[in-house]
């Protein structure tokens, strides 16, 4: 297995709407926005920290991550040799379009960043067609009584009960004083 290379998985994350650089940023830092790659998907949730973000990942070859580092070592600040277990390390990628959108991580990540009134808003909204489903399979079985009665004995039902609440609904007679 000599020709076989290795596989690692990198990470980007990014907001959707960019944010400004800042003016006091250096050049190079300027010129690499959005090229910026991590191998550890943690250190890629933290720069997706602002809700709606996306999670980009690709599979490269253990070399060519570690050049994407060397480049990065090169261009923005030296980090420890390459690889070690302890850490995560960042590159800068050639071709930021190689990455492709990680639907379930982008998930994750979005889910984690909303507010909690935000997912108390959808838990109640998820929560009305559970309710209506659980109403209608928990409906009472119909009684003898109401089994053979056609529609016109419904409406003959509810004719008689309108008559019942409407004495019931007659207002108390007052009289009207002088505060």
Excluded: C, H, W
């Amino acid at each position: 297995m000599a020709g076989i290379e290795e596989l690692i998985k990198i990470y980007r994350g990014e907001p959707i709407f960019k944010q400004k650089i800042s003016p006091f940023s250096s050049e190079k830092v300027k010129q690499n926005v959005g090229k910026y790659v991590t191998d550890n998907v943690n250190e890629a949730r933290n720069y997706a920290r602002k809700f709606p973000s996306i999670i980009k990942s690709a599979e490269v070859p253990r070399k060519t991550f570690a050049k994407f580092k060397d480049v990065f070592d090169d261009t923005i600040f030296k980090q420890p040799k390459y690889p070690t277990d302890s850490r995560f390390f960042y590159g800068l990628i050639d071709e930021p379009n190689k990455l492709k959108v990680d639907i379930l991580k982008t998930l994750g990540v979005n889910i984690r960043n909303l507010t909690p009134l935000a997912v108390k808003g959808l838990n109640t909204i998820a929560s009305l067609p559970v309710a209506t489903i659980t109403a209608f399979l928990q409906s009472t079985p119909a009684n003898a009584d109401e089994a053979n009665m056609t529609l016109e004995d419904f409406a003959k039902l509810a004719e008689e009960n309108n008559m019942q609440m409407g004495s019931m609904d007659k207002a108390i007679e007052t009289e009207q004083k002088d505060i």
